[in-house]
């Protein structure tokens, strides 16, 4: 019985598709009543759909997707709603933008009806009503920017939009989810001076880079040479400190060198025979020095008798027994007794 009374139900809502009456006015309407099921008793709603249903001219109840069961003559599937998400294509209109240039824009609205009882009795066309919205509303958005930030605020401008219909479509059971510009169109001679700017911003780019890049260089220059310099003064600094440290180890081992000779010398005077060969050093030396006279400069100091070799010898002998002489009475002061004085010399002969 319930497998007939399906059947039954559903030839006539394949009849009642081609034999409903066009009971709407304008385009808007006819689209909306053609997609009306006629009363079948037994109605299957396919998902994601909702149908609102009148009794005797009122609201009566909303249709869950599924079987359900209508009282004929009295109850009526008044309106069909979709609860899929909507694309609506929003037309390309003029807008002014706040420095009064004249755009040419379009964009895609996705929306979705969340309330299908507010959404069939709020608003007499839903999706024409949110198209009108949107248009008004971006008009509105755009007369708020100037061109430049028309096109770098692009995702504010479309969540502003997205706002502003949300808030009017409360009412009407609507929800829209985002809004897409999908193309800004300039005049013509706009788009030339934005291609101007463009080419000098880029070469503005361009000279700051270079300048830049040459001060980057100029700094690197200047560190390097700062650091070669450093670098040099602490080599020489480093160099002159072990210039001197070898030099003062020369003069210590020169001076060590000069204490032993002098030691062996004052023994060898001490031996036997030692004024004579003392004797015959300084005149090795005096000759020595006597050949070099003249070479190496032109003024000279000599002595009266420069020839006498052996007077020569002899007084610098008598110098040396002088201070020999003088020597140990030097020491005797230093350790001796304060009372004793040294007894009196007379001076060599010249």
């Avoid at 949300?166 to 934005?194: F, H, T």
Wanted: charged share 25%.
């Amino acid at each position: 019985m319930l497998g007939t009374l399906c059947r039954t139900g559903g030839a006539i809502f394949k009849n009642s598709q081609q034999t409903v009456p066009r009971l709407w006015v304008n385009l808007s309407q006819q689209r909306w009543a053609s997609r009306l099921p006629m009363n079948t008793v037994v109605l299957f709603v396919p998902q994601q759909e909702a149908w609102v249903v009148q009794r005797m001219g009122r609201f009566h109840r909303i249709l869950e997707p599924g079987l359900n069961f209508l009282i004929p003559v009295l109850d009526k599937v008044r309106y069909v709603q979709s609860l899929k998400e909507i694309v609506i294509d929003i037309p390309e209109q003029s807008a002014v933008s706040l420095d009064n240039v004249t755009l040419q824009i379009d964009g895609v609205l996705y929306l979705r009806i969340l309330d299908p009882f507010k959404a069939s009795y709020g608003v007499e066309d839903p999706e024409y009503a949110v198209t009108q919205l949107a248009q008004t509303t971006m008009r509105s958005e755009l007369g708020k920017l100037t061109l430049d930030k028309v096109f770098r605020e692009r995702e504010s401008l479309n969540s502003n939009i997205v706002r502003s219909i949300n808030q009017a479509s409360d009412d009407w059971g609507i929800r829209c989810l985002r809004y897409e510009i999908k193309d800004i169109q300039v005049p013509p001679r706009i788009k030339d001076s934005m291609q101007m700017q463009v080419e000098a911003e880029r070469k503005k780019r361009a000279t700051v880079l270079e300048s830049e890049g040459m001060r980057e260089s100029g700094i690197n220059v200047a560190e390097g040479r700062k650091q070669a310099q450093i670098l040099a003064s602490e080599g020489e600094k480093a160099e002159q400190i072990n210039k001197a440290a070898g030099e003062a180890q020369a003069v210590l081992a020169r001076a060590e060198a000069k204490s032993k000779a002098i030691r062996l010398l004052s023994e060898a005077l001490a031996e036997r025979n030692g004024n004579a060969a003392a004797s015959l050093s300084v005149a090795e030396q005096y000759v020595a020095a006597f050949s070099n006279l003249a070479k190496q400069s032109n003024t000279l100091l000599l002595p009266s008798n420069a020839g006498n070799i052996s007077g020569m010898v002899t007084q610098a002998m008598t110098i040396y027994s002088t201070l020999a002489k003088q020597s140990p009475t030097a020491e005797h002061m230093k350790t001796g007794d304060p009372g004793d004085e040294p007894p009196f010399q007379s001076p060599p002969a010249q």
